[in-house]
Structures are given as structure tokens and as C-alpha cells.
């Protein structure tokens, strides 16, 4: 695994255990990497209580609970579905954060007219965030890792954020 990431889920364990403090990922482009990233750290368990890929329609309905009227007025693959994921699974296993990615990895993009290396992560917890990253690159595995790495980053930035820690 990167080191890069390895260090930034080593940054992101310490402070939700120092703050007694669990996390939550429901993701989709980004297939897992995401929740497996956070779990290779020892002592995970500690502070992560689970994800879900949830890359389908029927897998956010089945996993997320999310109904027809959840979706009016959210176009997949966007900030606002990424923050409809993060409450979503926040709220299925009671954590204090949720964490979400949806997007297009490639090689094409999807059919939203998202190009490929389209993603959108979005964070809830005692605050809500959200933001799109553009990679320009149809490569899907490389998009893949970026994906993750930017979403654990962008976590880690607000979770610094948040307790004053930057």
C-alpha cells in the first residue's frame, strides 16, 4: 500500500481514538480502497465500524436504505449525493463521521456526462463538508487510488480542522 496513505490513516486513527471518535464509509468508484486503507491500520477496530461499496443503485437501496424520495433533486455522482451516502451510513451504523465517494474511475465516464476521473467525497459528522476532484485521466486503476487518497486527505484536513489540530 502507498505510504503516503498508510501515513494519513495512521493521522486519521490517532485522532478520532484520542477523541473517542468512530467513522463510517459508504463509497463507490473508489471499490472499497477507501474502507481497506483504514483497516490496515492495527488497531482499527478501535474507530472504524464499517463500509459498504455501494456502486449500484440497488446496493445504495439495500445497503443505505435510500428511497425514491432520498433522491429527488440528487444526480448521482455528485457533492450532494456524496453527503446523502455519508449521512446515510452514518446514520445505519451510528458513528460520529460518515465519509463518501462517488464518482467515474474510467476508463470512460459515466453516464451522467461525468468524465472519467470524476469524484465526489463528502463528510459528515459534527460538520459537513463536500467537494469534486477532476483527475483529466481515463486510467481507472490509477483513478482508483487517487480517489482514495484524496478522500482520505480531505478527511484527514477536516478532521484537523475540527479539533484544532492544523
Not at 483504514?38 to 449500484?56: D, K, N, R
Request: net charge negative; proline share 2%; with cysteine.
Amino acid at each position: 500500500m502507498n505510504p503516503q496513505i498508510i501515513k494519513t490513516c495512521l493521522e486519521i486513527g490517532k485522532i478520532l481514538k484520542d477523541n473517542n471518535q468512530t467513522i463510517a464509509v459508504a463509497e463507490s468508484s473508489s471499490g472499497g480502497l477507501i474502507s481497506s486503507s483504514l483497516l490496515a491500520i492495527p488497531g482499527s477496530s478501535a474507530y472504524f465500524l464499517g463500509g459498504s461499496v455501494v456502486y449500484t443503485k440497488s446496493s445504495q437501496n439495500a445497503l443505505l436504505d435510500i428511497t425514491d424520495d432520498d433522491r429527488v433533486g440528487i444526480r448521482s455522482s455528485t457533492e450532494e449525493c456524496a453527503l446523502l451516502y455519508a449521512n446515510k451510513i452514518k446514520s445505519k451504523l451510528n458513528s460520529d463521521w460518515g465519509l463518501s465517494e462517488t464518482g467515474a474511475a474510467g476508463p470512460t465516464g459515466n453516464s451522467y456526462g461525468d468524465s472519467a476521473g470524476h469524484s465526489c467525497f463528502g463528510i459528515v459528522g459534527p460538520i459537513s463538508e463536500s467537494m469534486t476532484l477532476e483527475t483529466g485521466m481515463s486510467d481507472r486503476e490509477n483513478n482508483m487510488f487517487v480517489f482514495t487518497e484524496n478522500g482520505l486527505n480531505y478527511f484527514l484536513k477536516h478532521l484537523k480542522s475540527y479539533y484544532s489540530l492544523a
